[in-house]
């Protein structure tokens, strides 16, 4: 009885070990982000009201537990925004595309990605006070469907999907516009 204790023991300990995540304080899942700034503290820009305001646009990644190798993805941006010079991040060994049209990128195979990264910075130019906003969006080229997504850094480098952190979100206050209402009939909608 002793000795079956002790296998089933040593089986929970091997399972377990067997079942550990690679990247341990990452996420279960990958994210994506914009930002307006190398600490990834600032997501909005505001217009600087005449002319064309500059800003610089930052495309971050946060690996899973997996780790992150190669990322599929597509920009989105208003008509306000004039993008400008692309600078890549310099472990980027593939490149196919564009931010604009659809791009799929990779990194070092023998680097996985196991922290914040950034691959892409961009300067750009704000045309006016119009609230928008720049998105990740499905890469139109992957086929057979659209998609963003990333590869993971586990044997055969497996797919899967990347949830957005935050746009870069252009001349929001933080506020949500609505018409002037009484207090009554805001209590009226609960």
């Avoid at 993805?73 to 593939?94: E, M, R």
Wanted: aromatic share 12%.
């Amino acid at each position: 009885m002793k000795r079956m204790v002790l296998i089933a023991l040593g089986l929970l300990l091997l399972a377990g070990s067997a079942f550990a995540q690679p990247y341990p304080g990452l996420p279960d899942t990958a994210y994506v982000g914009l930002f307006a700034d190398v600490g990834r503290t600032v997501h909005s820009v505001t217009y600087g009201g005449t002319g064309f305001t500059p800003f610089t646009m930052y495309l971050f990644w946060l690996p899973s537990t997996r780790g992150l190798i190669a990322a599929e993805f597509k920009l989105a941006y208003p008509a306000n925004v004039i993008g400008a010079a692309i600078t890549s991040d310099a472990t980027l060994t593939v490149q196919l595309g564009t931010l604009g049209a659809g791009i799929s990128i990779a990194w070092n195979p023998d680097s996985c990605q196991t922290d914040w990264v950034y691959s892409h910075r961009q300067a750009c130019f704000l045309t006016s006070a119009l609230q928008t906003q720049i998105e990740v969006v499905a890469n139109p080229a992957v086929l057979p469907f659209p998609a963003y997504q990333v590869a993971t850094c586990e044997l055969g480098y497996p797919i899967e999907p990347v949830r957005r952190f935050t746009h870069l979100y252009l001349n929001w206050d933080g506020g949500v516009a609505v018409e002037p209402k009484s207090w009554g009939s805001i209590k009226s909608l609960f």
